[in-house]
């Protein structure tokens, strides 16, 4: 599986907007970029995931670099609610992928 | 409704003993997976399933035992329980094999 490399940790304030980091060098064609995140006490949580293209959704945006090797997962306005470990997942189309996890960024978001 | 649920939420037990833990989704997918998380937070995949059968089993003691019944159902059955196997259970599943992943709430599983 390619490696993903993300910072331990990152604070932000709260109402401001937090980028969170994620290089993968070695990403291959076929991987798409996932992101998930998991609150305390709580199960993974899906955020969202892209291959080349910029990705909006609900929750966040993702910015995918044009080579592909570093992308940064954009919260707009962080909340309390949104501290987390953040986790930054390379996923082929294969029949066999699987979600390898990292260390991931735990994310503090301050008053 | 809870997507995809797993029961027990909380399980103390003694070394030695078989248990197991019930996964169940309400999602219609095809995919589902067990996914350990130790003490030190670090998330590993155990087994996945699709279509009721197994395309995934990383390096796993086979005192584990992942059951499949249905396309709705991942069961995980543990024979002898050790210390080492006190961790959170997660269960997972997906619409299809690369898709995103639903998870369920975990299982604490304390072996005493």
């Known amino acids: 599986d390619a490696k993903t490399t993300q910072p331990n940790s990152m604070e932000s304030n709260e109402e401001e907007p937090v980028h969170l980091p994620c290089n993968h060098s070695t990403i291959s064609g076929t991987d798409y970029i996932h992101w998930y995140r998991q609150l305390p006490s709580q199960g993974p949580e899906y955020v969202i995931h892209?291959?080349?293209s910029n990705v909006n959704n609900r929750m966040a945006s993702l910015a995918i670099a044009e080579d592909r090797k570093s992308s940064t997962l954009i919260l707009h306005r962080a909340t309390l609610r949104d501290a987390a470990v953040y986790y930054c997942?390379?996923?082929?189309?294969?029949?066999?992928?699987?979600?390898?996890f990292g260390t991931g960024t735990r994310l503090q978001v301050t008053l | 409704d809870t997507a995809v649920s797993q029961t027990p939420k909380y399980l103390v037990t003694q070394m030695g003993n078989d248990k197991s833990i019930k996964c169940e989704q309400n999602?219609?997918?095809?995919?589902m997976y067990w996914y350990k998380q130790d003490s030190k937070k670090f998330l590993k995949i155990m087994f996945s399933y699709n279509n009721k059968e197994l395309i995934i089993n990383e390096t796993v003691p086979n005192r584990f035992s992942p059951k499949s019944p249905d396309k709705a159902h991942l069961n995980l059955h543990i024979n002898s329980l050790e210390l080492g196997d006190s961790a959170v259970y997660f269960c997972a599943s997906s619409k299809a094999t690369h898709t995103e992943a639903f998870f369920g709430q975990g299982t604490r599983l304390t072996v005493v």
């Open positions: 997942i390379l996923r082929d189309t294969g029949t066999a992928s699987k979600l390898t």
């Open positions: 999602l219609g997918h095809d995919t």
């Open positions: 892209g291959l080349t």
